[in-house]
């Protein structure tokens, strides 16, 4: 009820409307724009065993990752998972697990949650969310008071990775593919019904989020420095979730044939999937500039909502 006062007074205040090639049908994710993480490493903390550990128990998620995709949501939630006193969910949720069960309450989001110890909270990523129009309605129905985390990138990089990943999806599923500068521009001009450059106006995503929970519940990883160096960023996360510091330096390894950081916990060195961390291909200049130059302006938008200004090109 909290929830939908307060996104109907602000939708009241809120001038702007969200373009509606941008506000999709359904929970608003397509599969096209659902991260599915195909080759996603199995040994994350939410493995379900199949009789629970005495003491444990399925809990609503405490905090989620809501994206966005390619912004490094599998990188966060994976160092997350280093903490004690964090349980990392294997899976995601997908937009019709919400449509087939929206209607009956939540504890169906409960049961895609691993099992935890009382002392442990639970963390969930669905990179999709971010970019959902329904998707902060139905969470703060689900928990008003839940912790959102956010992980963005410089949003031209993530358009080059979302191509990327599609890219080598396409690839894999023998479907054509074609050169980025194709998708990027049409008619001469930028073209920006592309879903890759949508999804990188994190202005107008964030606006849709803000209706429903105050920036203070959402807290931005800045996904470009999480690459350089993965520690200060995963303290801030820890100081958010009022999690006691435990991940330190030694947690992390810079791998040079991978060309990013593993990670080092419970005497185990890993690295992410090989589908994280892929070349990205080199984009005309010209048209990446175009690119550039369009975000821009959202990029100043989406400072001004949140309050703080991250190193973009
Ligand atoms: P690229 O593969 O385009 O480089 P997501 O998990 O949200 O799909 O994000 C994937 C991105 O996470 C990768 O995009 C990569 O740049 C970034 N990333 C951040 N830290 C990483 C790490 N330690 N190892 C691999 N990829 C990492």
């Avoid at 001009?189 to 803000?210: E, F, G, P, T």
């Avoid at 820890?238 to 791998?255: A, C, D, G, M, Q």
Wanted: glycine share 4%.
């Amino acid at each position: 009820m909290a929830c939908f006062l307060a996104s109907a007074f602000l939708l009241v205040l809120q001038t702007y409307a969200a373009p509606t090639e941008l506000v999709q049908a359904g929970f608003g994710i397509t599969l096209d724009s659902m991260d599915l993480d195909p080759g996603l490493p199995v040994d994350v903390s939410g493995d379900v065993p199949s009789s629970p550990p005495p003491g444990t128990s399925k809990r609503a998620p405490h905090s989620i990752i809501i994206g966005v995709r390619k912004g490094g949501t599998r990188a966060l939630l994976e160092m997350l998972d280093i903490h004690p006193e964090v349980a990392a969910a294997a899976t995601e949720v997908h937009f019709f697990d919400w449509d087939e069960n929206y209607a009956k309450g939540f504890e169906w989001y409960r049961d895609l949650m691993p099992y935890s110890y009382p002392n442990q909270i639970t963390v969930e990523k669905t990179p999709g969310y971010f970019t959902s129009a329904l998707a902060p309605e139905r969470i703060c129905a689900m928990n008003s008071s839940i912790k959102l985390l956010l992980i963005l990138r410089d949003p031209s990089e993530r358009v080059i990775s979302d191509y990327t990943q599609v890219y080598f999806n396409r690839l894999e599923n023998h479907k054509p593919v074609q050169a980025i500068e194709n998708l990027l521009v049409r008619n001469g001009a930028l073209n920006i019904r592309y879903k890759a450059i949508q999804r990188s106006l994190y202005d107008v995503h964030m606006r849709n989020w803000l209706r429903h929970f105050p920036l203070e519940q959402i807290h931005i990883v800045d996904g470009d420095a999480l690459i350089r160096d993965p520690l200060p960023e995963l303290q801030k996360v820890e100081r958010f979730l009022n999690l006691p510091p435990r991940i330190v330096s030694s947690n992390f390894y810079f791998n040079q044939t991978k060309g990013f950081y593993c990670i080092r916990s419970d005497g185990r060195e890993r690295c992410l999937h090989e589908s994280k961390g892929r070349p990205h291909p080199a984009v005309n200049s010209t048209v990446l500039q175009q690119l550039r130059t369009y975000l821009q302006e959202h990029n100043r938008t989406f400072f001004r909502l949140v309050k703080r200004t991250f190193d973009w090109q």
